[in-house]
């Protein structure tokens, strides 16, 4: 895990609602608008963590952006959304990303909106397509885990953030308030870079949460179990032949993109 502070720090009561009631302008200005806005990172956990959301603050998880996926054929209705509501384009980030990124800021008040149109790409790619309209106003659960899962130089704030999510969600094969471990695996099966940086994170939430004072010992059980299960469903699925020759390179061929090769 690297030691990055970024995301982590004493955020006071006042800021965070800050975001949060940012958040939920944006989205009611989005369905009234009929535009398909999904909310991804901090924010989005603590959503659909009614239960466990409070660890984020607990814990010294800061939120410091407003994140969204969304679908490219949308991207003019939400330039012209965002600019409705105040904020500024950085149109650089739009053109260089050749439109799978967005990035608006509202300069009085210090808030920053990341839009991620089609998938979000770092270490791996998560794609959205016909995902969206799963879930409201996040993207659904499993998305949620990987986009945590994915990144290689995991931070405290990703560890935090998939923390909550396996205390407050079981496992299952659907999408309804369910972490869809069947399409985690299939996922995984298809990709194998994919699958280990999954399955080397697990382990490293697994072990990082005994650390946490704020968990109970009956909140530490959960999360272990939880991993258990999800790396005994990744390892369950069938791979297909390209998958387990790509497992025989193992570590010895790089199988990631490093994020400052995306941003």
Request: charged share 30%.
């Amino acid at each position: 895990m690297t030691e990055s502070s970024i995301g982590m720090g004493k955020q006071d009561r006042t800021v965070r609602e800050k975001f949060e009631n940012e958040l939920r302008r944006i989205i009611k200005a989005s369905e009234e608008a009929g535009i398909l806005m999904r909310v991804i990172g901090s924010l989005a956990f603590q959503i659909h963590c009614p239960n466990f959301g409070y660890l984020q603050a607990a814990m010294g998880r800061a939120y410091t952006d407003i994140d969204f996926g969304a679908y490219s054929r949308q991207s003019k209705q939400i330039q012209e959304l965002m600019a409705s509501l105040g904020y500024v384009e950085n149109r650089e980030v739009f053109i260089v990303s050749e439109g799978e990124r967005a990035i608006f800021d509202k300069p009085e008040t210090g808030l920053h909106v990341d839009v991620f149109y089609e998938k979000l790409d770092f270490c791996h790619t998560i794609y959205w397509k016909n995902r969206l309209e799963v879930d409201a106003p996040t993207i659904p659960l499993t998305e949620l885990l990987l986009e945590k899962m994915q990144i290689v130089k995991i931070n405290e704030k990703d560890v935090i953030d998939t923390i909550m999510l396996l205390l407050e969600h079981p496992l299952g094969d659907h999408d309804k308030e369910t972490i869809n471990i069947k399409l985690a695996a299939q996922l995984c099966a298809n990709d194998w870079g994919l699958w280990r940086t999954t399955t080397m994170n697990l382990d490293k939430v697994r072990q990082l949460a005994h650390g946490y004072e704020q968990l109970s010992p009956e909140h530490k059980s959960r999360v272990a179990t939880q991993v258990d299960e999800v790396l005994t469903r990744l390892d369950q699925e069938s791979k297909p032949l390209a998958w387990r020759l790509r497992d025989r390179v193992g570590d010895r061929v790089k199988w990631y993109k490093d994020v400052d090769e995306v941003q």
